[in-house]
Structures are given as C-alpha cells and as structure tokens.
C-alpha cells in the first residue's frame, strides 16, 4: 500500500486528507516548518561529529501453535542508534555538537523503540502513546499513518520485531550560535519473525524534523516511507 499526505504550504500546522493508491511501498508526507526556519536562520553548513550508543501433557493443535510462538519469539538485541552531525548552523562550538547530538538522538531512539519494537507480537496496537518524543499534533497525524510510523503493518502476523540497523544523519539548524531546529535522515531496517517460522525484512527510510524548547527535542512532523526488502 501506498500512503501519502501531501503539505499545505498556506496552513503549516493544519492537517491534510490522505490519499492513497496501489503499490508496494507505503509512504506518508506532514507538513514541516523547516523551510520556515531555514529561512530565518540563514543556514551555514560546517563539518559535524561522528557518533559511535518432566514429560508434558498431550497438547491441541492450537496449544502447538502457541508454543511455536513462544518458541520462535527467543529475544534478539535491537541495534543500537548511530546518530551523526553532517551539517550545523555557525557558531556552535565542538563541543557542543557532541550534546546536541545526543539530544536529537533521544526522541528518534525512543519513537523507534516505542513504534515499532516495544510490547509482545502479536501486538493489540498503536495509538498516539506510542509516539513518545513527538508533539501532540504530530503524534496524532503519525498514529493515523501507522502502517508507516509504526509496526502496525505487522503487528498481527508476527512473533517478534528487530531493529538490524538504526542510523540519523543530522542537519541542524541555528540562530546566533543556538541550534533551534533540525531536520534528521533516518533509516531503520528490521527483521520481522512471523508465527510461520518465516523472517522478513523491512526498510523505513525517509526524514522527521524536529522542534526545540528548552532542552526538550520533539518530532513535529516526517517524511517517511515504507519497504519491504527482498532477500
């Protein structure tokens, strides 16, 4: 399934009917304010940092099938978040990068963690509490895309859901020397293990932008798309 939401550029924070059409990959659009920001900030590009984070009883078939689950669902380590500086506003000392980097870090870690890996499979589903480190508007739009945002794709087919890879390349942006917004490329692969014994690989690739308060780093809207990887 194919699923895109195009922005309305005259109504940023307003959201906007879904449409939607065949295909194999699905993908979703928000309206950002990055342009917005950019604008007002003037953005100088400057080299970032790299980051490194007894017999039993006669069973039923359907008691079979339970323990297949259980059997098939043996914990697997998710891949930690590599998350990566490539282009800063001036004035933002070395060091500082290092902080900002974590920051952004948080929110994209933890929406993935809360999304798409967390509970038991099958999972029962997914709602706006499940996108932890977004805004309220973005967390609503994002749990009506959640066949994109999240692993509702599969959450009733499958035992266990794994991140393989998990990477964010950063690109913040700043006012006299404050970095005050930040638009991050990520790309998640996963391994789905499905009740039949069967695993598949997904690709969720794409952009989400984030918004600044305080110390506080927030998703506020995304570009992502969804595909299912070919072995």
Same mark, same amino acid.
């Given at each position: $399934?194919?699923?895109?939401? !195009? ?11 879904? !449409? *939607?059409?065949?295909? &194999? ?17 003037? @953005? ?27 059997? @098939?669902?043996?914990? /697997?380590? =998710?891949? #930690?978040?590599?998350? %990566? ?15 900002? &980097? &974590? ?8 929406? $993935? ?13 997914? +709602? ?6 977004? *805004? ?7 749990? &009506?895309?959640? #066949? *994109? ?16 890879? %998990? ?8 006012? =006299? ?7 991050? /490329?990520?790309?998640?692969? $996963? +391994?789905?293990? $499905?009740?039949?014994?069967?695993? #598949? /690989? ?7 932008? @984030?918004?600044? /308060?305080? =110390? ?16």
């Amino acid at each position: $399934m194919r699923l895109r939401l !195009h922005p309305l550029h005259h109504r940023p924070h307003g959201a906007v009917p879904l !449409h *939607t059409s065949g295909g &194999r990959t699905s993908r979703s659009t928000v309206a950002a304010l990055t342009l917005a920001l950019v604008a007002a900030v003037g @953005l100088t590009a400057c080299s970032g940092d790299d980051a490194a984070d007894s017999a039993s009883a006669p069973t039923s078939a359907a008691d079979d099938s339970a323990s297949t689950a259980e059997a @098939l669902s043996i914990d /697997k380590a =998710n891949a #930690k978040l590599t998350a %990566r500086v490539v282009e800063i506003g001036p004035g933002v000392k070395k060091q500082q990068q290092t902080h900002i &980097r &974590r920051q952004l870090a948080r929110p994209i870690e933890v929406w $993935m963690d809360s999304a798409y890996l967390a509970g038991d499979f099958p999972h029962q589903g997914y +709602t706006t509490k499940d996108f932890r480190g977004w *805004t309220a508007q973005a967390a609503t739009l994002a749990a &009506r895309d959640k #066949k *994109t945002t999240s692993s509702d794709f599969v959450r009733q087919k499958a035992v266990q859901v794994v991140a393989d890879r %998990r990477d964010a390349r950063l690109f913040v942006f700043t006012m =006299n020397g404050v970095a005050g917004g930040a638009t991050a /490329k990520v790309y998640l692969i $996963m +391994t789905a293990t $499905m009740k039949s014994g069967a695993e #598949k /690989k997904y690709a969720v690739a794409g952009q989400v932008y @984030l918004t600044r /308060k305080g =110390n506080d780093w927030r998703i506020f809207g995304y570009d992502l798309h969804r595909t299912e990887l070919r072995r």
